[in-house]
């Protein structure tokens, strides 16, 4: 026993100093190697589901999926907001769809942008209630200017505790409760929370869907954020690349789902963490990128949808102020385009009450005709049966003639003579003329010869058809005539 205590005596020292040194090897590791978190962001979707574009074919969730999957560092994937568009029948089965697909995506967080407080609460709350993903908000209260969404969410990742905070623009709205909400003003939130967000993680994220000046004014005053991720900014560019200001590093998103936002952050671990060296840009899902199956099965189940649903045709009103799928009957709803039918029937403007479709164009412009059903345009429709999106109403108004104007398009169906880009898309509907040349004694709205840019510009935006220039493309759809007809 004694010839024990005399070696444990002996030894202990060692063992202890081993051990200590051990401890300080794996404490200097841990500082030394660098930890990769990525995060993807998407903002201002705007219930893009698909593939879509005039020149790139560009987006969809299908290709969203497989760029995260193909991701080789642990990874989170939120939305800035916007998501959604709008209210309307097919609008709400299209965000619908969109919460399905991220749920399968795997997304973490989903902070509510512009595009869904306008949507007022009762259909918020029914989308929420689809999404996997927790709503977050800091500055989306009630009439009593109380939240009504958690104003963050804490993930953790990789050992990582990350605190993501969501705020929106409320540059655009005043201090007043608009369908159930009153936007707070987005500088002092992210200011509150940021703080109380510190003291629970190892780093703070905020999801801004708004404006540059919001975006800068709020790194500038909390130099806690160590992220910013951005939407709904004037300045977007596909190209966009992280830029930092002060110890934050901002990075923004945009593009209605044709690019997906990565950063990568490398992570030193200490206390506290630190991000030692960061990469971030947005990917272009292009053709390179596989359609993820299971995204598709999901899409597939919608265009079945779309197939079986009468969209042009309203759904009975049910008594608590919506349709039968959820289309809310209030001003925000209220597109351009059906400002202009209004206008147009009130004025009594008989050239925008009845369109006669390309045919009876063609009774005296033959040679006009001829030219013109050999362009792009004449084929617009088949495209989109080609993508299984003829059924598709948001793809109406740049592939058909005159939808939601009154004698325009409503279906393939009970208006097949006008669909694709015809003569009267471009100069006007041609009732009133056909009438006018046979009697000239009843006139009416002239046709117009020749189209302003800013005509073309509706549909070749900058979201479809960026680098979109007159000169250039007018000799593609060119049906003039030497002025002999």
């Known amino acids: 026993m004694n010839r024990l205590n005399s070696i444990l005596k002996y030894f202990a020292p060692m063992l202890v100093f081993a051990f200590a040194i051990g401890l300080l090897n794996c404490a200097s590791a841990s500082v030394q190697v660098p930890k990769h978190v990525v995060i993807f962001f998407s903002s201002e979707t705007k219930n893009e589901l698909f593939v879509c574009g005039c020149k790139e074919k ?52 989903i902070n509510v942008g512009t595009n869904e407080y306008r949507l007022g609460d009762e259909l918020v709350r029914y989308f929420e209630k689809i999404a996997d993903a927790p709503f977050i908000s800091a500055n989306v209260a009630d009439k ?29 709205v005043k201090d007043e409760v608009r369908l159930g909400y009153r936007i707070l003003n987005i500088e002092e939130q992210a200011a509150k929370f940021v703080p109380e967000v510190s003291k629970q993680c190892d780093l703070v994220i905020l999801l801004a869907n708004a404006r540059d000046n919001e975006i800068e004014n709020i790194a500038a005053a909390n130099p806690g954020i160590d992220v910013i991720l951005g939407g709904r900014t004037f300045n977007y560019s596909e190209n966009d690349r992280p830029t930092k200001l002060g110890n934050t590093i901002i ?19 200490a206390t506290p963490v630190k991000i030692k060296d960061y990469e971030g840009f947005n990917v272009h899902l292009g053709d390179d990128l596989v359609d993820d199956p299971e995204i598709l099965k999901i899409l597939d189940e919608y ?71 050999r362009t792009r345009h004449a084929n617009a429709f088949i ?46 509907g041609g009732a009133a003329h056909v009438i006018a040349m046979k009697d000239p004694a009843k006139s009416g709205p ?22 979109f220039n007159m000169e250039e493309k007018l000799p593609l759809v060119d049906h003039g005539t030497d002025g002999t007809e």
Not at 162 to 170: A, E, K, Q, R
Not at 307 to 322: H, I, N, Q, R, Y
Not at 448 to 465: A, G, I, L, M, Y
């Open 58 to 109: 560009l987006g969809g969730l299908a290709r969203r999926k497989t760029a995260i999957k193909n991701c080789e560092y642990p990874h989170i994937v939120v939305d800035v907001g916007s998501f959604s568009k709008g209210s309307k029948r097919f609008e709400k089965l299209k965000t619908e769809t969109l919460l399905k697909c991220y749920n399968n995506i795997g997304c973490d967080v």
């Open 144 to 172: 009593n200017r109380e939240l009504v969404f958690p104003p963050y969410k804490i993930i953790t990742v990789d050992g990582l505790k990350l605190g993501v905070i969501g705020v929106v623009s409320s540059a655009f």
């Open 251 to 269: 990075h923004k998103n945009g593009g209605m789902g044709k690019y997906l936002g990565r950063l990568r952050l490398d992570l030193q671990r």
């Open 303 to 373: 265009r079945t949808r779309l197939k079986t649903t009468d969209f042009t045709k309203p759904a009975e009103d049910s008594k608590d102020g919506t349709t039968g799928t959820g289309e809310k009957k209030d001003s925000s709803d209220v597109s351009d385009d059906d400002i202009l039918a209004d206008a147009d029937l009130a004025n009594e403007t008989p050239a925008y009450l009845s369109y006669t479709g390309a045919l009876k164009c063609a009774e005296c412009h033959k040679e006009i005709y001829n030219k013109w059903r």
């Open 383 to 428: 495209t989109l049966a080609a993508e299984q999106q003829d059924k598709n109403p948001q793809c109406f108004p740049c592939h058909t003639v005159g939808f939601k104007r009154i004698g325009g398009f409503v279906d393939f169906e009970s208006t097949p003579k006008l669909v694709g880009v015809q003569c009267e898309n471009c100069h006007g």
């Open 446 to 467: 002239a046709i117009t010869s020749r189209v302003p840019e800013f005509f073309c510009k509706k549909c070749h935006n900058d979201e479809w058809d960026a680098e």
